[in-house]
Structures are given as C-alpha cells and as structure tokens.
C-alpha cells in the first residue's frame, strides 16, 4: 500500500485569518455573552483562537500531542475544561455567531427579491457501542428504518440560495421513558444543564419552534420554514403561523388525517387521486387549497 503524503498547513495564515474572522465578527463579545469568561488565568480568546484554527489543520488534539505538534501555550486539560464547562451557552453563540454573519455579511450581498427561508431537520447522532452515555436512546434511523442507540441531532440553518449558514441545533433523547436507556444526572432546573436536559427530552416539533423563535429574537428573518414530513403535521403548521407568522413549505406525509377539499373530507392520498396528472409536469407537483379546521392550506 502506498503511503499517505503529509500536507503541511500553513499555521501562519490560519492563524490570521481566524484573526481577522474573530475581529470582524465580535467573537469576544459574543463569548462574553454567553458565560465563556475567565478572571484569571488563560484568556478564553487564546483557547478559542486554538481550537479554531484546529479545525483547519486536519488533526485532533490527541493526534498533536501523540505527535508532539502540540503548540498552545497551555496544557489540554485547559482546553477540556473549557470544552465542558457546563455553564457556557454554546447553543445561544451558534445563534448570535449566526445573525453577526446573516446580519452584516450575507444580507448586504443578497436580493431583496429573493425569500429568506429557515431549514429545519435532523440527522442520527449514532451511538450503538455506548451503554451507560447519559440520556442514551432509542432513536428511529430512517436511512436504515431501524432502531439505534443515540440521539437526534436538530438543526436549524438558513439558506440565501447560494450558502447555508447553521443557526442553532439541539440535542435530543428521547421524548417517552420507554425509549430512554441510560437516565440522566439530577440538575436545577434553572440552571443552563437543566435546561437542556429538559429540552433533550421534548418532541422535536416543540423544540423545532424553540429554535426558530430564539433565531427570530435574535434578528435572523424569514418568510418560509423548509422541513420533510417528518415534521409536517397539521398542529405543527398551525403552531408556527400562530406563534412565529412564518409560511411553511413541506410534504404533507400520509396519514389518516383529513382536510376538507371541495365540501367533502378527505385524507392526503384520496385527494392526490381526485386530481389528474397535468400534462408536462410531475405527478408528485399538485397545489390545491384545502380546508383544516380554522386555516386554509395551499
């Protein structure tokens, strides 16, 4: 087998960029906000600026001192503390990282005729060799249509048709008790840990709100919400146009659920057989305005 040749990175202009990149964006202040400040010792912008620029290098940090290509002015205990602090926001800095980006770099180079859209989905946080990881769950994998130890990763990010830029993300167990392995530790419920583990066990749909109203508080804009079935709902739908006003585009998933289309009630496949194919277009694309409850759907 050949060998691997090593590509050297260029620490200097790494090191630069993440600079410039920190200065333009009020990364400090940001930091300050979300409860990564120190008093004493290591500033938290040095430790930051580390880690940063680490994620351009291709190397973890064990794989640097195994090296010996370790170079931060502190030892990694330093770094993990910093890493598991349990009393930084991290969520709350992705989002307001997000709108200082959104804000004052991407709008100015976006149409105002083009829509701006909040994309909500989530993806397997696989966990399958764990056994006693806190709030470890039975989660459903729908690649493999099976189940699997570990967690649903939620992402909230916003798209201007040409870059996406993730906004805020949550890390979910399980919303029953009878697809949670592992429980969790005892916390104040006011405080930051406690907070997430409460909102880990909550039904993504809720915390899907949660998201876009806490991006909304923060500045970030958007006419449409973009999600897949999975979340597509009639509650859900009639959730977010009441609380966040934003239009939601989404495949209306099959179900037993009934709208009211042309006086009668029907569910999603007897509808899809009450209309003809048009010709040219897809049999999938059909746009018709139905009727549930207090709300008409297009």
Same mark, same amino acid.
């Given at each position: 087998?050949?060998?691997? @040749?090593?590509?050297?990175?260029?620490?200097?202009?790494?090191s630069?960029?993440?600079? *410039?990149f +920190?200065? $333009?964006?009020?990364?400090?202040?940001? =930091?300050?906000k979300?409860?990564?400040?120190?008093e *004493? &010792?290591? @500033?938290?912008?040095?430790i /930051?600026?580390?880690?940063f620029?680490m994620?351009?290098?291709?190397r973890?940090?064990? +794989?640097?001192?195994?090296? &010996?290509?370790?170079?931060?002015?502190f030892?990694?205990?330093?770094?993990?503390? /910093?890493?598991?602090?349990?009393?930084?926001?991290?969520q709350r800095f992705?989002?307001?990282?997000s709108?200082e980006i959104?804000c004052?770099f +991407?709008?100015?180079?976006t149409?105002?005729?083009?829509?701006?859209?909040?994309? %909500?989905d989530?993806?397997l946080?696989?966990?399958?060799?764990?056994k006693?990881?806190?709030?470890l769950?039975?989660v459903?994998?729908?690649?493999? +249509?099976?189940? $699997?130890?570990?967690?649903?990763?939620?992402t909230?990010?916003w798209?201007? &048709?040409?870059?996406f830029?993730?906004?805020?993300?949550?890390?979910?167990?399980?919303?029953?008790d009878?697809?949670? =392995?592992?429980?969790?530790?005892?916390?104040?419920?006011?405080?930051?840990? &406690?907070?997430?583990?409460?909102q880990?066990r909550?039904?993504?749909?809720d915390v899907?709100a949660?998201l876009?109203?806490?991006?909304?508080?923060?500045?970030?804009?958007?006419k449409?919400v973009? /999600?897949?079935?999975?979340f597509?709902? @009639?509650k859900?739908?009639?959730?977010?146009?009441?609380?966040?006003? @934003?239009?939601?585009i989404?495949m209306? *998933?099959k179900?037993?659920?009934k709208?009211?289309?042309?006086g009668?009630?029907?569910? %999603?496949?007897?509808?899809y057989?009450?209309?003809?194919?048009r010709?040219?277009?897809s049999?999938?694309?059909?746009? %018709?305005?139905?009727?549930?409850r207090?709300?008409w759907?297009?």
């Amino acid at each position: 087998m050949s060998s691997i @040749p090593q590509i050297t990175d260029n620490g200097n202009s790494v090191s630069d960029f993440a600079t *410039k990149f +920190m200065k $333009r964006f009020h990364i400090s202040r940001l =930091l300050f906000k979300c409860n990564a400040g120190k008093e *004493k &010792g290591i @500033p938290v912008m040095d430790i /930051f600026r580390y880690l940063f620029c680490m994620m351009f290098s291709g190397r973890s940090i064990y +794989m640097r001192i195994k090296t &010996g290509t370790f170079e931060g002015a502190f030892s990694k205990n330093t770094i993990y503390r /910093f890493l598991n602090d349990a009393r930084i926001n991290w969520q709350r800095f992705t989002v307001l990282l997000s709108t200082e980006i959104i804000c004052r770099f +991407m709008k100015p180079l976006t149409d105002e005729k083009r829509k701006d859209v909040f994309i %909500v989905d989530d993806s397997l946080f696989d966990r399958s060799r764990s056994k006693r990881v806190e709030m470890l769950a039975r989660v459903f994998d729908h690649c493999s +249509m099976k189940y $699997r130890s570990g967690f649903r990763m939620l992402t909230l990010g916003w798209p201007d &048709g040409n870059s996406f830029i993730p906004v805020s993300y949550s890390l979910l167990s399980a919303a029953e008790d009878k697809n949670l =392995l592992c429980g969790g530790k005892q916390y104040d419920g006011r405080s930051l840990a &406690g907070r997430r583990r409460r909102q880990s066990r909550h039904k993504a749909t809720d915390v899907m709100a949660e998201l876009i109203h806490s991006a909304q508080c923060a500045g970030i804009t958007a006419k449409y919400v973009l /999600f897949d079935s999975w979340f597509s709902s @009639p509650k859900t739908i009639l959730e977010l146009k009441k609380q966040e006003h @934003p239009d939601t585009i989404a495949m209306v *998933k099959k179900s037993k659920t009934k709208y009211r289309y042309q006086g009668e009630r029907y569910n %999603v496949k007897d509808i899809y057989s009450r209309n003809r194919k048009r010709r040219g277009r897809s049999r999938y694309l059909l746009s %018709v305005p139905v009727f549930r409850r207090t709300q008409w759907w297009n």
